[in-house]
């Protein structure tokens, strides 16, 4: 909860903001989430607790994304570190 209360606080933009940022898919339905988040039941309780896709902050949103192959992290995560490393 400290993570999204500092990125609010902080003026970060949401999940679906960064999503564009780093040139993925746009997304209009948690069911657009499908092949970063497979499991749907995550994307039901997402669904839930955010009523509108828009609404995801930017950490629930990457930390629930499925890690890519051999990483740890999800393509949102992967995107925003490779950035910092350049």
Request: aromatic share 10%; charged share 30%.
């Amino acid at each position: 909860m400290t993570f999204i209360k500092r990125g609010r606080d902080h003026g970060l933009p949401g999940y679906v903001a960064y999503r564009r940022w780093c040139n993925m898919s746009d997304v209009n339905s948690f069911d657009d989430l499908k092949n970063e988040i497979s499991n749907k039941e995550v994307r039901d309780i997402l669904k839930d607790l955010y009523g509108d896709v828009r609404n995801i902050d930017l950490w629930p949103g990457g930390i629930l994304e499925d890690p890519i192959k051999d990483a740890k992290i999800g393509p949102l995560f992967m995107c925003i570190i490779i950035d910092q490393m350049k």
